[in-house]
């Protein structure tokens, strides 16, 4: 195809060269540059792919999209845009033929309850028939295959393949978690979401290579409702009219005050058997009754997102009622069997909102005591440690501070900055650096009646330590701790 082909929807100037140039391929990793690619230079935040230039033209690519001053050479020409992971968005959108066109799109943005919603979204929409596919958190799903995720939401270049491929499976609808860094890097540009969803927001994801400060945070989660074309809000959020700022879409909410267009009343909290979950009515724009076997207040504001993404595609009542009695999702609030005296979940909990909301829905149910085992990962958020230290020891009635993906970083000095938000006395807490120790600790000390949560690894296989990635998997360790110390199951 020709050069001019991607781009149709740019500002950009002609350095040199042609625009009817034939290119082969759009390629932003030097590593795959074939003869006649196009190669868009990123300046990440390790790399500046400006640096890649020289190596990508003696493989023979075609044409260089720089946002820097470069010396340009003969046969080969250069674009030059002010952004190029904008200009990266618009030239995906065109090389995979507009995708977003097909398929409707749903991306929803928040700070917690974007992968639970959109599983639940999935669910209601294919137990109606339409096919639904999903990128997120823990995987994109197109039909059957299932492709493990290295991010929330992935590269422009990645999302609008994975549309197309979303398109040509025949594929009706795609639902997807769009983090505020995706908002940031361009990585969903290029196209308007049919639906854009807000869950929720608190402080989260300020620091080095995330966002400069909350107001950045939130005036990133924002730019989603200027690029969508109906608007799905939760109206409770103190911070709605803060993420209106600047709306063009179309604008619905839901949540609990009276006002709003879809609400939950009367909600009760279901303990039947063990099994626990929640029951609520749904009010205003539709009418009816649902209950969720999955725990917690949140669970609610969920599978009410959930509720007024579908009513759009106009599911029946009783599919939305037979879909949320029956969804769950890997690592969130996964109930893991290990006796009946006591209850094991794992969860992907690893902020201080989330926590806090975890386990004030959990004592509601009353357990015997709460016991909450975590740890926070390295080169992430500072303050997350303090304030998730601080929670744990203001909720549980025990806390287990251990690793989670301590990636660069000691993983002692993190355990450190956990203990300083740790307002509990001695015998109230421990501290054991390896995992698979902690939660040997917590299952060997359970009591009759206790809720013990793994918190923080929700769905992941591994465990960043010192710059290695190595498998572990909290529902494998906990039958290998089983295998090792059978008084665990035999006294259960
Ligand atoms: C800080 C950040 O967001 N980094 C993301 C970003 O990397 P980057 O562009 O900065 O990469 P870089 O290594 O500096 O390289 C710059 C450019 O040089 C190119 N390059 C590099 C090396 C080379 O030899 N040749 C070459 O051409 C690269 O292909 C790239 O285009 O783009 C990559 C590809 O899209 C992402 O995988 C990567 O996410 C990293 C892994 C990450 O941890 N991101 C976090 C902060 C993140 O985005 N999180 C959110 C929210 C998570 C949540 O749900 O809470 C998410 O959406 O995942
Ligand atoms: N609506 C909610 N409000 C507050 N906490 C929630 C909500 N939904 C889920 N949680 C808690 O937050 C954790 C993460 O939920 P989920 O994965 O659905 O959110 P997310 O927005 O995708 O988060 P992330 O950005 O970490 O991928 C859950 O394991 C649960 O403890
Ligand atoms: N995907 C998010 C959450 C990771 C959760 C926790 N397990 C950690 O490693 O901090 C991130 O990379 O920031
Ligand atoms: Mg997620």
């Known amino acids: 195809m020709k ?9 950009y100037e002609l350095l040199s060269g042609s625009e009817d140039v034939e290119i082969t391929s759009l390629v932003y990793d030097s590593r795959k540059v074939e003869k006649g690619s196009v190669f ?5 935040s390790v790399r500046d792919a400006h640096d890649f230039i020289d190596e990508v033209i003696e493989k023979g690519a075609a044409a ?24 990266l968005a618009c030239m995906s959108a065109a090389y995979f033929d507009y995708p977003a066109r097909h398929i409707k799109t749903i991306g929803i943005t928040g700070t917690k309850g974007k992968t639970t919603t959109t599983y639940m979204v999935k669910s209601i929409l294919e137990l109606s028939g339409i096919k639904t596919g999903l990128i997120g958190t823990i995987e994109s799903i197109i039909g059957d295959c299932h492709i493990p995720s290295e991010n929330t939401t992935p590269e422009s270049y990645v999302v609008q393949e994975t549309f197309r491929k979303m398109v040509d499976a025949g594929l009706d609808a795609v639902v997807m978690e769009v983090s505020s860094q995706a908002m940031m890097l361009h990585r969903v540009s290029g196209f308007t979401f049919d639906y854009g969803v807000f869950t929720n927001l608190e402080e989260d994801h300020i620091g080095e290579n995330e966002h400069k400060d909350f107001a950045d945070y939130m005036h990133c989660k924002s730019l989603l409702f200027r690029q969508c074309r109906v608007g799905i809000f939760n109206g409770d959020s103190e911070y709605f009219s803060g993420i209106l700022e600047g709306h063009t879409c179309e604008v619905e909410t839901f949540g609990c005050a009276e006002t709003l267009d879809l609400r939950a009343e009367e909600i009760e909290l279901k303990n039947r058997h063990g099994e626990l979950g929640v029951k609520y009515h749904v009010r205003g724009l539709m009418n009816f009754d649902v209950e969720v076997n ?3 207040k949140f669970s609610v504001y969920n599978s009410l997102t959930a509720i007024a993404i579908c009513r759009h595609f106009g599911v029946p009542t009783e599919q939305i009622q037979e879909a949320l009695k029956h969804v769950s999702v890997k690592g969130r609030i996964e109930l893991v069997p290990v006796s009946k005296k006591y209850t094991v979940m794992i969860d992907y909990a690893h902020n201080a909102m989330s926590l806090e909301s975890l386990l004030t829905t959990l004592r509601e149910y009353e357990p015997k005591r709460l016991v909450c085992l975590f ?7 500072r303050s997350r440690r303090f304030e998730m230290g601080e929670v744990s020891s203001k909720l549980a009635d025990f806390t287990i501070v251990t690793s989670d993906n301590p990636r660069d970083e000691d993983p002692k000095a993190i355990m450190e900055d956990i203990l300083v938000g740790i307002k509990k006395a001695d015998g109230e807490y421990v501290t054991i650096e390896d995992r698979k120790e902690a939660i040997a600790y917590a299952l060997l000390n359970a009591k009759e009646g206790d809720i013990i949560v793994l918190a923080g690894k929700g769905h992941e296989d591994y465990q960043i330590i010192r710059g290695k990635k190595l498998h572990m998997d909290e529902r494998e360790l906990i039958q290998e701790i089983i295998k090792e110390h059978p008084e665990i199951v035999s006294e259960a």
Do not use: F, M, Q, W
């Open 3 to 11: 050069l001019s082909k991607l781009l149709h929807e740019l500002d």
């Open 40 to 44: 868009v230079c990123i300046s990440g």
């Open 64 to 87: 260089i999209v720089v946002e820097k001053d470069v010396p340009c050479k003969e046969g080969v020409t250069y674009i030059k845009t002010a952004n190029n992971r904008l200009a």
């Open 294 to 296: 999955v725990p917690g």
């Open 375 to 381: 740890g926070c990962g390295g080169n992430r958020s």
